[in-house]
T-cell receptor
Framework: QKEVEQNSGPLSVPEGAIASLNCTYSDRGSQSFFWYRQYSGKSPELIMSIYSNGDKEDGRFTAQLNKASQYVSLLIRDSQPSDSATYLCAVLNTGGFKTIFGAGTRLFVKA | DTAVSQTPKYLVTQMGNDKSIKCEQNLGHDTMYWYKQDSKKFLKIMFSYNNKELIINETVPNRFSPKSPDKAHLNLHINSLELGDSAVYFC???????????FGNGTRLTVT
């Protein structure tokens, strides 16, 4: 089992729709979770951090965490073509020394 | 500007050569990392230093040797380069164990 698993996609949604990105992780002791966006040829940039169970909203982005199910998700509302990128789920391992990344989900938003 | 900066941005070299990548952060962070991103975009941790001390050394060939002269700098030296070393190498830093990573712009290494 991979430490952090994501559906590689590609996920294609029309402009204005909700994009839903999912991630599961194997380390039950993990306490910190992040979503990064990476445009082609660029470095990953942080878009959301989440540490507690439930939802966390920031603008058009909502992160959801369920530690019992070892599941993290990211919702993007009113998707825009500029949201087209690879989204990386990242999990801090128990002890907090290592940030482990999923393989990323490619999102395409069609105008 | 506060940032994590890496040099060079691009590095093209032949098999068997030795090369170095440099990283500097002016964010005042204690912990720095090297990650490798392969052609499938998978980001894999290689090394981590906390205040000049090596704390993570993943199963990386010993041709790769990190060096941290001070807590603001983390360099990566690669000996006897192989074709499979071609990738993008990212430097990153963070202030504490719960915080997200701040990435540099990456170094695209191509070994021919």
């Amino acid at each position: 089992q991979k430490e952090v698993e994501q559906n590689s996609g590609p996920l294609s949604v029309p402009e204005g729709a909700i994009a839903s990105l999912n991630c599961t992780y194997s380390d039950r002791g993990s306490q910190s979770f992040f979503w990064y966006r990476q445009y082609s040829g660029k470095s990953p940039e942080l878009i959301m951090s989440i540490y507690s169970n439930g939802d966390k909203e920031d603008g058009r982005f909502t992160a959801q965490l369920n530690k019992a199910s070892q599941y993290v998700s990211l919702l993007i509302r009113d998707s825009q073509p500029s949201d087209s990128a690879t989204y990386l789920c990242a999990v801090l391992n128990t002890g907090g020394f290592k940030t482990i990344f999923g393989a990323g989900t490619r999102l395409f938003v069609k105008a | 500007d506060t940032a994590v900066s890496q040099t060079p941005k691009y590095l093209v070299t032949q098999m068997g050569n030795d090369k170095s990548i440099k990283c500097e952060q002016n964010l005042g962070h204690d912990t720095m990392y090297w990650y490798k991103q392969d052609s499938k975009k998978f980001l894999k941790i290689m090394f981590s230093y906390n205040n000049k001390e090596l704390i993570i050394n993943e199963t990386v060939p010993n041709r790769f040797s990190p060096k941290s002269p001070d807590k603001a700098h983390l360099n990566l030296h690669i000996n006897s380069l192989e074709l499979g070393d071609s990738a993008v190498y990212f430097c990153a830093s963070r202030p504490d164990n719960n915080s997200p990573l701040h990435f540099g712009n990456g170094t695209r290494l191509t070994v021919t």
